[in-house]
């Protein structure tokens, strides 16, 4: 397992999911957020500088529509509140950059079990993932972000 940790928030990977433990309140409130390996789609970084400020290290997920934010600006309160970012100074960057060189290494893997089975319509794959919801094996916001990939094809 790999950590990184800023004042605010830990990061760690496991080699299957990243988990972002927020310990201190702020525009994220407290928590525990698990992203599974499968679900992230790129990883955004902004390296810390001691004179322009803080960095970020992101994650896009598969069916979201990615935020952008500029590149020059110290810190955004947009990347504050992004429950899939976390910003660090320069002396914590050396742990995020290897945070993010082992996610980038696991993501490069090709992934078991992602073979999808013949797919039937796309009202039966709704009606699937609605039954997961109903279930509780999805979030609602997990629901959406499946149905957008579904829809996107």
């Known amino acids: ?3 990184a940790e800023n004042r605010t928030a830990t990061v760690t990977f ?3 999911a990243v988990t972002i ?3 201190r309140d702020g525009f994220v409130p407290r928590g525990t957020r698990t992203i ?5 789609s790129a990883i955004r970084w902004k390296p810390a500088s001691k004179w322009r400020g803080p960095g970020h290290l992101r994650f896009v997920l598969a069916g979201t529509v990615e935020r952008r934010y500029s590149q020059t600006a110290i810190l955004k309160t947009d990347v504050l509140k992004d429950e899939n970012a976390v910003p ?3 002396t914590q960057q050396p742990a995020f950059q290897a945070l993010k060189a082992a996610i980038e290494q696991a993501l490069a893997q090709p992934q078991a079990g992602l073979v999808h089975p013949a797919r039937g319509s796309l009202a039966d794959e709704l009606g699937k993932l609605q039954q997961l919801v ?4 999805l979030s609602p916001q997990e629901f959406e972000q ?4 579904l829809l996107q094809g």
Request: positive net charge; glycine residues 8%; proline residues 4%.
């Open 14 to 16: 496991d080699g299957h």
């Open 36 to 40: 599974p390996i499968s679900q992230i």
């Open 1 to 3: 397992m790999i950590e």
């Open 21 to 23: 433990t927020r310990h």
């Open 146 to 149: 499946a149905k957008a990939r």
């Open 134 to 137: 109903q279930a509780g094996a």
């Open 88 to 90: 660090f100074s320069h």
